[in-house]
């Protein structure tokens, strides 16, 4: 008989985004005339940018003639959309990048889950806490772990805590390790680092021959100026990291599915004899072995996102959501509910009220004012405590959520 992966089996609760809508579905069932709103999984709601539906649509058309048909294209993805993600995304920045640096993927989820394959099980790894479980589960999954203690962390895994008592930037590992994840603007906590702050985790990386995991997914909702965008704009940072975003939350791809990733040509690991050795040339074997690259009408689509009429649709979105980030922001403030977060990026973290526990306030939140979050211990043992709302959401319905929960815990 088979062998099943019993790294799996150390995974003690189911993913956290299903339990909620487990939750949710045993609540409407029984309430089946409550007007549920959720803001709780962080999925759009806008529809696609008008330019970017044209694209589609043109290269859909290109499929049904010989001479503009796409079968098979580059695993790595086509040159026209990474050398236009680079003009425009990049170099305004001050960051150069070569196409070959920039890899398309179907979602930046997958590649934070992905990368874990060109790098050694003996890897020591550090990741925050509160964090996207994607971090945490895909390094037990592949067998970097033991099992997890009491307080939900496992062996093996450095854990830095994200708390409001350190800003929400955590300190330097006590330990040497090997890799390190961050996240900026953070997800869960919607807070955002500066560029000194980076530096500090850059020049940590470079003296510890260290890799640092850059998820950059909600960069474009950054709207405080001075904020770095990438990774790279800060000092040596190409040495040492590997940056993932996504056209998801950006562009509304949650379901049309379109990422990148970068692998800088001078960022180098080391093989078991010591040797340094190209990441970039692994990552490239990974993906062309394994991956046969994201759509064409999709690749398109991406890259209509970066046209003058594509750029200023997809502004105009995310500055939909950011404004209610700000309505949720502050109408739970002006409750008495703290906040953080709703200013850089599309969540914000909240201290639970009364003292509750996170899932006891999804409940209370759920049952009471019938608005879905999530909670945040299910984001880590330090997420205790405090609770994530997505201004990804109907307008109608952001303001609904937030005169419910005022009338129910405002002072």
């Avoid at 170099?91 to 990048?97: A, D, I, N, R, Y």
């Avoid at 067998?143 to 008592?165: L, N």
């Avoid at 009429?309 to 949720?328: F, H, L, P, S």
Wanted: hydrophobic share 40%; glycine share 10%.
């Amino acid at each position: 008989m088979a062998r099943i992966n019993d790294h799996y089996l150390k995974l003690k609760a189911g993913y956290l985004f299903p339990e909620i809508g487990r939750r949710v579905r045993e609540f409407t069932s029984a309430n089946p005339e409550a007007k549920v709103i959720r803001l709780g999984i962080g999925d759009v709601t806008q529809p696609l940018a008008p330019a970017v539906l044209n694209a589609f649509r043109s290269a859909i058309d290109d499929l049904a003639t010989e001479d503009r048909f796409a079968g098979y294209g580059p695993e790595q993805g086509y040159d026209w959309l990474s050398q236009v993600i680079i003009d425009k995304s990049y170099k305004p920045l001050g960051v150069e990048l070569k196409a070959n640096e920039v890899f398309i993927s179907d979602g930046s989820k997958c590649d934070c889950a992905n990368i874990l394959d060109i790098f050694a099980l003996d890897n020591i790894v550090a990741i925050g806490d509160p964090v996207y479980p994607v971090y945490n589960d895909t390094n037990v999954m592949v067998g970097r772990t033991g099992e997890a203690d009491e307080k939900g962390y496992y062996k093996g895994i450095v854990y830095m805590p994200f708390t409001a008592e350190n800003n929400f930037v955590p300190e330097l590992p006590s330990e040497k390790v090997d890799i390190i994840y961050l996240c900026y603007p953070n997800n869960p906590t919607g807070t955002v680092a500066t560029k000194e702050q980076l530096k500090v985790w850059v020049d940590y990386a470079l003296a510890n021959d260290a890799i640092i995991f850059f998820d950059a997914a909600y960069e474009a909702f950054i709207t405080t100026p001075g904020i770095p965008h990438s990774i790279y704009e800060v000092e040596g940072a190409k040495q040492c990291s590997i940056e993932f975003r996504s056209f998801s939350k950006t562009a509304g791809f949650t379901g049309v599915r379109c990422g990148l990733v970068v692998v800088p040509e001078e960022l180098m690991g080391t093989t078991a004899s010591g040797e340094k050795y190209s990441l970039n040339k692994l990552w490239n074997r990974r993906t062309t072995t394994k991956f046969n690259g994201a759509s064409y009408p999709v690749q398109k689509a991406a890259a209509a996102v970066y046209s003058d009429e594509g750029w200023m649709q997809v502004k105009a979105t995310i500055d939909y959501y950011m404004e209610n980030a700000r309505i949720i922001r502050e109408g739970l403030t002006a409750a008495g509910i703290t906040c953080y977060g709703g200013v850089d990026a599309p969540y914000i973290w909240l201290q639970t009220p009364e003292g509750m526990s996170s899932w006891d306030f999804f409940d209370k939140l759920l049952n009471e004012c019938h608005v879905v979050g999530t909670p945040g211990s299910g984001f880590g043992p330090s997420g205790e405590g405090y609770f994530r709302l997505s201004a990804f959401g109907d307008r109608e319905n952001v303001e609904t959520a937030v005169q419910r929960i005022k009338a129910k815990w405002g002072k």
